[in-house]
Each structure stands twice: as C-alpha cells, then as structure tokens.
C-alpha cells in the first residue's frame, strides 16, 4: 500500500542505553534501523556492597525499514537488541526496564502506538500511546545472578494498525532505561506488571472445569515423622510424581513402583508422593513383591516425602478440605498469547476504579487487565473494597436505580435468543440467526450502567473483544438435558447445544466436558464492547463447575463475594432446549455451581465486567480489600 512504499527509510529509530543506579547514571548510545555508530559495550557503577554491571549488545544496523506484520517481525534477525544485566555484587537489586523517549527529540516523533515489541519472544504488544514512557519488564536479580533480554521492535502493520499518513516521515527516537535499588522490595506501577510481580505463576492442584476444594503441598507446615521396621524396609513402594484432584478425592500421577527395596531407593522418593487412606500405613503404599503396584486413583489423602533415612520417612499429609480451596495465579492461552487467570480462594484482588470496587479476573493475552465488578457502591463509601461495604447484592450493577436483575432477552423460542447480540429470529441459516445486529436485554442495561457510571473513563476501558461463544455441537448424540429431537443446526427452533456446554458438561450430564478455553470459536462469536459479561470459560477457570449434585460446593471461590444467593448471568449461550427454550449459562450464588437459566427469567442478575487498557497504571495497594490496587 501507499504508506509501505514511501515508509522506507523514514522512521528512524535511535536506541540509547540508560542505567540508573542510586544517583550515579551513565549513558551509552546505539544505533538501531540506522548506520552503525560505536559504543562502549560494559558500564560499571558501585554503590555500597551492590555492583552491577551493565553489557549492551552490538549495535543493529537496518537499511531498509517498513511496517510488517506481528508474525513476520518475529522471524526477522535484524531487529533485535540484546543486553546483560549483571550483578556481580552482595544483595539483590530491584529493577524495571523501560522504553522512554530520547529528551533530545521533542518533534516530528511517531506516537507508540504504531511502534511494536517483543520481550523475549513474548506476545507482541504496542508500545503505549502517545509519546509516555513505557514499562517492558520489572524483576530482582539476586546476587551473583545475570539476566539477559532480548528486544524485537518494528513499526505496526499498516493495514492491522491503520498506520495513519502522518506517519511518513516521522522519526523514533528511544532510550532503553534500567533503574532499580539494593533489595527486592521495588514493584513496577504498570497494572498487568505489579500483577505479576505480586504472585507467583503456579499450575492449578485441581483442573479447571473441576471443583476447588484441595490443599497443595506448600499450603501445609506441618510434617510427621515415621519409623520403618526391618520388615518394611524389604518392601517395594508405590508413589507418584504429582497428583489431580478427583472430586474431593486425588490421583497420583506419574505413578510407579520403585526399581528397589525401601532400603536401597529411599533417597528416591523424596520429593514423591505416596496413596494413603485415613491414616499412615505401609499396606496402603508398599508390597514385599517386586514390581506390585498399589492403587494410586480414589484416595482420601496423599503423602508428600519431605526427607528419608533408611529406618525413617518424614512427610506432609495432604487431604481435601472444602473449607480450604487454592488460591493462586495460573495461565494458559488464549486468542492473543499467554493469560494469567486467577482461581480459587483469592484474597489479594480487589480493585478500586472509578468509585467503585472490581476483582481482577486474568491478565488477557494482549496485555489488558480483565476486572468484574465487586461492588457498585450504590451508598457512595470511601472504601467500597472494605469488607465493612458489603451486602448479598453488592456485585451486581444497578442499571436502573435499584434494579439489578434483568432478563437475558425477553424471549426465548428461538436460538437467536442466547445471543449477547443476535439476529433474525426464524432463520433458516446459522449466519442470518447469530449476525451480531441486535442487542440482548442484558447488553441494553449493561450499557446503561456504563453510560452512568462509567462513560467518563472510557479512555483506560479497553474496546473488548467478548466471546459469545454460538458455536454448536453437531454431533446430535451429544445430549445431557435429554432434549427433544437435537439437530444441533442452532437456527429457528433447532434443539441444539452450544459450545461451552460441550466444555464443561459430559454427554452423560456429569460435569467435565472436553474442559474449559480461553480461545473462541467463530467470527460470529466475537463482540466488541467496552463491556460484557464473563464467559463460562472463564467462570470455570476461577473455580466453578457444573451442579451435578446439591453436594458440591464451591462457595469459597474469590466471585462468591457479595452475590448472596442470586442467581447471575454469564455470557455464554447453554442450549435451545427441547426447541423453545433458549438457556444461557450463570452462576447459582447460594451454592457457587454454574448452572443454566431460560433468558426471559427476571432474576438474573447483571455483573458487568470490563477489561482496562495495557498501560495502566496504579497509584498504590496491595490488592487486598482493605488496601486494594487503586487506578490512577
């Protein structure tokens, strides 16, 4: 296109290099997407028992600049910068590497937004907007330690990004600023970064899909000690590598039996985990015969083997407690790269925006910081996070007064009907029936509540692509709710089942579909808004599961917070069921189980979730509900 043929040469980018360490700084320049100049490659400053040193890499040198696609910029070679920060000292040092603009250049400069990076072969991201600073990376290197990065930056694909006209011509000119302090106490102010430098990422105990209701090792402090007779030190042991959550029961996983008598593997099984029962038994995990395994599936309790002698086994004992869920920060993917989701018992989400208070769902993979609402703060508090402010109602949005409820659409024989937006009722095609043209009930009053509450800070409200996932389940045997007559073709008055009902729903009604995702199905399924609902993907990943019995229980899970025993929507569509009866997927409040309501109900309730813009910023908190992240 036009602005490709004569963008060639025009942008120039002037990459130098900052590091700021204490009060000392020292600056070195290189030369990216223009002729090679010299540079010193090592910068050394001491302050106190704390040295660093700073490598930069060689100089890149580009003759031939145009906008490229994402993908294409990754494969390129001559785009890369690398540097080494070193800590040769005694302490850790906190730091945070920026892109900040060179205060030499305040004209003629291309705003960030068209410029793109990627941090270590990360999901390419903008650089910001405008001309502000920009946070890349924070972290602690310990003592002894060396980090090195590796920086792709490239003008954004004009078509992608309308690259605008303007921007021919324009220069970039850059400097890569690291600042940090002795210790490890320093947190980014980025919002997704101090997200991520808050909690560590780990792999959930329980799948998602599935209940939470499972200790992890690192939960637990105390440990037991037990001596092994003569006798039992001639038996072969069963163990695992890991272990599943099985309802309230656990599996081992990895399971196998040792190549040896306790005698001679003990050391072995450190670090292993071994089936048990109620009580600490070799019969439940040892055999005097080589090569027999015990049973590693079904078991009230797992043991985790801290240390071993050859007479002694210390270990945690790990049980399921409903009243003692996971509480953690994990990921996987979603449409645009890595996302970072919370799940479980969460204490340390809570944010404070726009007077209201919000819970942190995921980091979604572009970057933006997916929050839902907490609490509306209908009374005006100071602090609507504080446990004080909360009531049965709380987290849902009062639309219309003190209207919190509201039908999904107002009726319900048709599949257009479980659409967030949808199209022509009676159809006879699948694209006339989900062409996003009209708007649900729910989305009308959704975007009510933002225009009264929220119409002001549209500007840190990112335009989000919701997912109203309308993909269908062709396979017509697949039917849990015993409908009528399934053709699964989700037009007029098909019996037909959606896509997340296959993910989380069994073909036998039980819960555990083919399991939750991040990734939606279908041009037709996606929504542009600056607000929506959250899918049942989503819901499932903080912990909820399909009701199959009144047994199950996931009220400790982080959403439970303020809905009391509501009933309230999610976005995603169930099923026609029996062909009349349009059913959109929510969340039972009196039990925490996610579960189906027909759209034309009027006690649903409406709990609007937005997503903030990549570079937000907080002004201070910790995240908890008495000291939350507060937006600036």
């Not at 189980?593 to 649903?604: E, I």
């Amino acid at each position: 296109m036009y602005i490709n043929k004569l963008i060639k040469k025009q942008v120039m980018l002037i990459l130098a290099t900052i590091v700021l360490v204490g009060i000392l700084a020292v600056t070195t320049s290189f030369a990216v997407f223009e002729e090679t100049k010299s540079n010193a490659t090592d910068q050394k400053m001491a302050i106190g028992d704390l040295d660093i040193t700073f490598t930069g890499g060689s100089a890149i040198s580009i003759t031939d600049i145009n906008p490229m696609t994402d993908s294409k910029a990754l494969t390129q070679t001559n785009n890369i910068y690398t540097f080494t920060i070193n800590n040769t000292g005694t302490v850790p040092y906190s730091f945070k590497v920026s892109a900040i603009n060179n205060p030499s250049y305040t004209s003629n400069l291309l705003p960030h937004q068209y410029i793109r990076y990627s941090l270590d072969g990360g999901t390419p991201s903008k650089l910001g907007s405008g001309q502000e600073d920009f946070l890349l990376t924070s972290d602690v290197i310990e003592a002894g330690a060396t980090k090195t990065y590796t920086l792709r930056l490239w003008v954004a694909d004009a078509t992608t990004y309308k690259l605008p006209n303007s921007a021919l011509g324009q220069e970039i000119h850059l400097k890569i600023s690291i600042e940090g302090k002795a210790g490890s106490g320093w947190l980014p102010s980025n919002f997704k970064d101090r997200i991520l430098a808050s909690n560590e990422v780990k792999v959930p105990l329980t799948t998602p899909g599935s209940e939470v209701s499972a200790y992890t090792k690192d939960d637990i402090a105390e440990t037991s000690t037990y001596n092994i007779t003569p006798t039992e030190q001639a038996y072969y042991i069963t163990y695992g590598t890991g272990y599943s959550a099985n309802g309230t029961n656990f599996n081992l996983t990895g399971s196998a039996v040792t190549s040896g008598t306790y005698a001679n593997s003990y050391s072995s099984l450190v670090g292993k985990y071994l089936p048990a029962s109620t009580y600490f038994s070799f019969s439940n995990f040892s055999s005097s015969t080589a090569g027999t395994m015990k049973n590693p599936t079904n078991l009230s309790q797992v043991y985790y083997v801290v240390s071993a002698t050859s007479s002694s086994i210390t270990y945690k004992i790990i049980t399921s407690n409903k009243n003692t869920t996971e509480a953690l920060l994990a990921s996987t993917e979603d449409d645009y790269g890595t996302t970072f989701y919370f799940r479980g018992a969460v204490k340390n989400n809570y944010v404070e925006f726009a007077n209201k208070c919000w819970r942190i769902v995921r980091i979604n993979g572009d970057g933006s910081v997916k929050l839902v609402l907490h609490n509306d703060n209908i009374s005006n508090a100071d602090h609507p996070c504080a446990s004080v402010n909360n009531s049965d109602t709380a987290a849902f949005a009062n639309y219309n007064g003190s209207t919190y409820t509201s039908t999904f659409n107002s009726s319900c024989d048709d599949n257009a009907y479980v659409g967030f937006m949808y199209g022509a009722t009676g159809a006879s095609d699948y694209a006339s029936t989900h062409a996003n043209i009209n708007k649900s009930t729910v989305l009308v009053n959704l975007e009510t509540w933002y225009t009264n509450n929220l119409a002001s800070y549209a500007d840190k409200i990112a335009d989000t692509i919701w997912c109203d996932d309308k993909s269908v389940v062709t396979d017509t045997t697949y039917n849990p709710s015993n409908s009528s007559n399934v053709t699964g073709l989700g037009y007029a008055k098909n019996a037909t089942y959606y896509g997340a009902t296959q993910r989380l729903v069994s073909a036998s009604g039980s819960a555990g579909g083919t399991g939750p995702s991040l990734k939606c199905n279908g041009e037709l399924s996606k929504i542009t808004t600056k607000i929506g609902l959250l899918t049942a993907d989503e819901l499932a990943f903080a912990g909820y599961t399909y009701l199959v019995t009144e047994s199950i229980s996931n009220i400790t899970v982080y959403l439970q917070e303020n809905t009391g025993s509501e009933y309230w929507w999610s976005l995603s569509p169930f099923d026609l069921f029996h062909g009349v009866v349009a059913r959109v997927w929510g969340v039972y409040g009196y039990n925490g189980a996610l579960w189906y309501l027909p759209v034309q109900d009027k006690d649903g309730g409406v709990r609007p979730a937005i997503s903030l813009v990549q570079d937000t910023s907080i002004s201070g908190g910790t995240g908890t509900s008495e000291d939350p992240y507060v937006v600036e």
